[in-house]
């Protein structure tokens, strides 16, 4: 079943650093038929936090290959590019 990892980030430190994050990111997707469907862009708050970031949602075959992305050595040696420049709130969520 369809999985999506749901990312809200919110930048605190070197933009440099995310805007590489950002630019190396992508590659490591694909490997596990990961694929952007949300990358930032305008976000309309209809509740909760005024100034939620960007929001990211990337679709995935299954939650086995999201989380397989997200702990694999490619993915890993860029992660910390956001997790050091950036407050992240990340989830994987399965579709219906």
Same mark, same amino acid.
């Given at each position: 079943?369809?999985?999506?990892? *749901?990312?809200?980030?919110?930048?605190?430190?070197?933009?440099?650093?995310?805007?590489?994050?950002?630019?190396?990111?992508?590659?490591?997707?694909? !490997?596990?038929?990961?694929?952007?469907?949300?990358?930032?862009? !305008?976000?309309?708050?209809?509740?909760?936090?005024?100034?939620?970031?960007?929001?990211?949602?990337?679709?995935?075959?299954?939650?086995?290959?999201?989380?397989?992305?997200?702990?694999?050595?490619?993915?890993?040696? *860029?992660?910390?590019?956001?997790?050091?420049?950036?407050?992240?709130?990340?989830? *994987?969520?399965?579709?219906?």
């Amino acid at each position: 079943m369809t999985a999506y990892m *749901i990312a809200k980030v919110k930048a605190t430190g070197d933009e440099a650093e995310l805007a590489e994050y950002r630019a190396r990111v992508e590659a490591t997707l694909e !490997p596990y038929g990961g694929r952007y469907l949300v990358r930032g862009g !305008p976000v309309e708050v209809l509740e909760g936090d005024p100034e939620p970031g960007r929001i990211v949602v990337v679709e995935f075959p299954d939650a086995a290959s999201a989380r397989a992305w997200n702990d694999s050595p490619e993915y890993r040696r *860029i992660a910390p590019l956001r997790i050091h420049n950036a407050d992240s709130d990340r989830l *994987i969520v399965t579709g219906v």
